[in-house]
């Protein structure tokens, strides 16, 4: 019971980062990004494909545990923007490869 569930396979997050082109929130470029969920696992975050945005490791240091809504209006991020190519990009990878099973309820 209450076992954390990491979906996200490996093609998902690559798929991610090649849809992100970089740093999904300051659009940095760097070779190694980070797996940033963006509702934190402490705060009931799964590694999920719609969860998991790449990060640079400045941002994800920066926002740690914290919520990535109001992280964003802190640090002046258009967060409006982020929000709506979060949700295409999510959506593009999971469109990728065939899922072998059904969407869950919700
Ligand atoms: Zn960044």
Known sequence: MGQVVHDLTEEQWAALRSLWGGCAYCGADVAALQK???????????????????????????????????????????????????????????AGPTPTSPPGPG
């Open 36 to 94: 940033d969920t963006m509702l934190p696992i402490s705060r009931g975050g799964r590694y999920t494909l719609a969860n998991v945005v790449p990060a640079c490791g400045s941002c994800n240091a920066s926002k740690c545990n914290t919520e990535v809504t109001s992280w964003m209006r802190r640090k002046k991020l258009d967060e409006g923007r982020f929000l709506v190519r979060q949700a295409e990009i999510a959506r593009a990878a999971a």
